[in-house]
């Protein structure tokens, strides 16, 4: 029995939305700088406003052996806080499905390593906060 005012705190939990069948892809290698340095990306375009994470597929390859993207929250630091593409073999497409924490803005920062021969990105859904 609870004594009277006492507050339950119900957790936060996150909801799952589909963006649906997609048809085509939604970004392509042309949208993505490729010089190793950290940069803001903007999916407010695909992704609802309130959404906290964006679940992607990538499709990655490369006419030079091992190259990295790499994805983490815009505003992020440390160098274990990431996700990780690594397109392992010369001219072999690597496909990955996950999930990208996003800002307020829905913008994420991206490192691409260096020019791929094929980078395209779905975005599959996102997630939202419920209480």
């Given at each position: 029995m609870f004594a009277s005012g006492t507050k339950i705190v119900v957790p936060t939990s996150t909801l799952y939305v589909s963006a649906g069948d997609?048809?085509?892809?939604d970004y392509v290698l042309g949208d993505f700088t490729w010089d190793n340095t950290w940069r803001v990306f903007d999916m407010s375009g695909e992704v609802p406003a309130g959404a906290?994470?964006?679940?992607?597929?990538?499709?990655?390859?490369?006419?030079?052996?091992?190259?990295?993207?790499?994805?983490r929250k815009n505003g992020y630091s440390n160098v274990i806080n990431r996700d990780v593409l690594n397109t392992a073999l010369?001219?072999?497409?690597?496909?990955?499905?996950?999930?990208?924490?996003?800002?307020?803005?829905?913008?994420?920062?991206?490192?691409?390593?260096?020019?791929?021969?094929?980078?395209?990105?779905?975005?599959?859904?996102?997630?939202?906060?419920v209480s």
């Open positions: 997609t048809a085509a892809v906290k994470r964006a679940r992607i597929n990538a499709v990655h390859s490369s006419a030079v052996g091992a190259k990295l993207m790499e994805f010369i001219g072999l497409p690597a496909y990955f499905d996950l999930f990208v924490e996003i800002d307020v803005d829905r913008k994420f920062e991206y490192r691409g390593e260096a020019a791929p021969v094929l980078f395209d990105v779905v975005v599959k859904g996102w997630e939202i906060e």
